[in-house]
């Protein structure tokens, strides 16, 4: 192992059994914590070519199971590199099942500001996320999707490499998030895969011309298995959609799925997503079909369908409620929002939403808004929400901000 990290150490590109040898040394406790941290270091520096980075990412693979489909059955999965307020999965994986398409997605819990979509769909009462492989394959089979949690079977390698880079500050490299983004995605069974690379202050990606290196690297190493995949590079500087928590999340999933959500910006998210999965689907006319299967109400019972078949119901769902208790931040002043510190109101909404499902923030204006002095900027729901811890998250400015796209770039 000393010889291969002095190797990356020196910006050498490590054949793929040296990566075999070293995730498969890692997890049987040959190589340990300080070599795997000096490796990650040094991948993180030097940067692994989309060679060794699909190395590692199989190595990953084959540390634990795989979910396989029956071979007729074409399946496509979508991932997000983590945002706030993204309730993208929730809508998008029922909408593109109910234009044809096959879903199955393998989702994870919140990561520090970010949030997850299995502890947002946790808080429909009777849900369930842990699903078995059998029962997966043959929900996605039998009602064309289904969203479960990760589980510890498939890729070991990624949550003890997940951990180790966490504690030695090697999260941003972008071969390491590729390998460990398509290793889950090769080990969930689907066969192409949509990647939403997030970009702007909330994401792991802060900058254009990085977050547009990982979207190209995930769509080569996932090529690279013989997997079709498309990425885009989406915004995160501000939250996408309107509330942030976990069961408020998904009132506003239901609302926008129901037709009733007012927000522009994360139904155009939702629908430029669910198009790209459509696409490696192979289903015709991929805008006009995701529009009118999300306006006709076919998206939302495609939803009710999946949450019933994991033990939930329509009247659960539709009786879920945000809090009475709401606390109101205002501007203090005239002038455009020229921020929204979209990590702060992640962390508040995290905290307030551990003691009741539905609590969370409410962001009531977008980047580029005007305001008056008394304008309602959010609104918290819950026990714990307060508005002095709102109001410093949003900066108003003389000006009117330039406007930032929704989408960057794809691939
Ligand atoms: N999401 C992942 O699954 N892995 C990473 O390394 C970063 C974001």
Not at 297 to 304: D, L
């Amino acid at each position: 192992m000393r010889r291969a990290i002095e190797e990356k150490r020196d910006g050498r590109v490590l054949l793929p059994e040296r990566w075999e040898a070293i995730v498969a040394g890692y997890l049987a406790g040959k190589v340990d914590d300080a070599q795997m941290a000096a490796m990650l270091m040094a991948a993180l520096w030097r940067g692994l070519s989309t060679q060794e980075t699909a190395s590692l990412t199989k190595a990953m693979v084959e540390s634990g199971e795989r979910i396989r489909f029956p071979d007729d059955t074409f399946v496509v999965d979508k991932h997000s590199s983590g945002g706030v307020s993204d309730i993208v999965s929730l809508v998008a994986v029922p909408l593109a099942a109910a234009c044809g398409a096959r879903v199955a997605k393998l989702s994870g819990r919140a990561l520090g500001h970010t949030g997850g979509t299995i502890d947002k769909l946790e808080t429909i009462p009777g849900l369930r996320t842990t699903l078995s492989v059998d029962a997966f394959v043959a929900q996605v089979q039998r009602i064309g999707c289904a969203i479960a949690a990760q589980t510890e079977r498939l890729v070991p390698a990624d949550k003890r490499l997940y951990a180790l880079r966490d504690r030695t500050g090697t999260v941003p490299s972008v071969g390491l998030i590729a390998a460990s983004i398509v290793s889950k995605k090769l080990a969930g069974g689907a066969h192409a895969y949509v990647f939403d690379v997030k970009c702007g202050s909330a994401a792991f990606m802060q900058n254009l011309p990085d977050a547009e290196a990982l979207a190209r690297e995930l769509v080569a190493v996932a090529r690279s298995f013989d997997r079709p995949a498309r990425a885009l590079v989406t915004e995160m500087s501000e939250p996408l959609g309107r509330s942030i928590g976990t069961g408020i999340e998904v009132i506003e999933a239901r609302e926008l799925l129901r037709g009733r959500s007012g927000d522009g910006r994360v139904r155009e998210a939702v629908l430029r997503i669910t198009a790209e999965m459509l696409v490696l689907a192979r289903i015709a006319a991929p805008e006009k079909a995701a529009a009118g299967a999300l306006d006709s109400g076919a998206a939302y019972e495609k939803f009710v369908e999946m949450i019933e078949a994991q033990g939930a119901s329509r009247a659960a769902l539709e009786g879920m409620r945000v809090p009475e208790r709401i606390e109101e931040a205002y501007a203090t002043r005239a002038g455009y929002v020229s921020g929204v510190d979209a990590v702060e109101l992640g962390n508040l909404s995290r905290a307030w939403s551990a003691r009741e499902a539905t609590a969370g923030i409410r962001v009531e204006v977008r980047i580029g808004d005007r305001v008056e002095r008394g304008t309602v900027l959010a609104r918290g729901f819950g026990s714990a929400a307060a508005a002095t811890a709102l109001e410093p998250a949003f900066e108003i400015a003389d000006a009117p901000p330039q406007a930032r796209p929704l989408v960057y770039a794809t691939f």
